[in-house]
């Protein structure tokens, strides 16, 4: 690993240090893993998939504010050698990540973009995405479930923005449709079991909360 690539990863760390929402280092690294995995199998390029999957999370809306543009990113990239052509192509696939509301295409416009977003919707999903988003929504005091709150099809972004649902919901709204959604045909193999765990965890939630067991 090269020195800037390596300055890269000792500040994301830093930047994620002390989060428990789920997107913490080891969420950067998960990503990184699965994004390299897929990038080999799908002929992305490896080095722009690395550096845009380490940097994903950095100016996240569900962390940061005033993150449009990626300023983040781009200040991380600069101060670890990267010129701006190619902290700008980072940055391009960093903006296209995000899931944006059920209602809302976020189809990325390269195949780097493809893979970086697929290998973070594939660590929201399966046993490891059961429990981010609970990490989430108790990070966000948002509740377990409430029966009375049906889930929202979001059509905005702004609308996906300002909800307030409770994690159970969180699934309908976005898990349990991310498998469907995913670009590359690798990412499709790898989240069928994924996507079936939870359906199996929210059949036995349903039934324990309904007190069938």
């Known amino acids: 690993m090269d020195n800037d690539l390596q300055q890269v990863y000792q500040s994301v760390k830093f930047a994620c240090r002390g989060d428990s929402t789920g997107h913490d280092w080891w969420h950067i690294l998960r990503v990184v893993k699965l994004a390299l995995f897929i990038s080999e199998r799908e002929n992305a390029n490896p080095f722009t998939v690395e550096l845009a999957a380490l940097l994903h999370d950095v100016d996240d809306w569900k962390l940061n504010r005033n993150t449009e543009g990626c300023p983040v990113a ?16 980072v940055a391009l696939i960093i903006g296209q990540v995000s899931f944006k509301g059920a209602g809302v295409d976020t189809t990325p416009s390269t195949i780097e973009a493809k893979v970086v977003q697929d290998a973070d919707r594939l660590d929201a999903i399966g046993a490891i995405g059961v429990a981010r988003a609970f990490a989430y929504g108790g990070a966000r005091h948002r509740p377990m479930y409430i029966p009375d709150l049906k889930p929202q099809q979001h059509h905005s972004f702004d609308e996906y923005q300002h909800a307030h649902g ?30 079936q765990f939870m359906e199996l965890f929210l059949t036995q939630f349903f039934k324990e909360w309904s007190v069938l067991d």
């Open 74 to 89: 781009l200040r991380i990239l600069h101060d670890s050698g990267y010129s701006d052509d190619e902290a700008r192509r």
């Open 166 to 195: 409770s994690t159970i919901n969180h699934f309908y709204e976005k898990l349990l449709l991310l498998k469907d959604r995913l670009n590359t045909q690798t990412a499709r193999q790898i989240a069928v079991e994924r996507h």
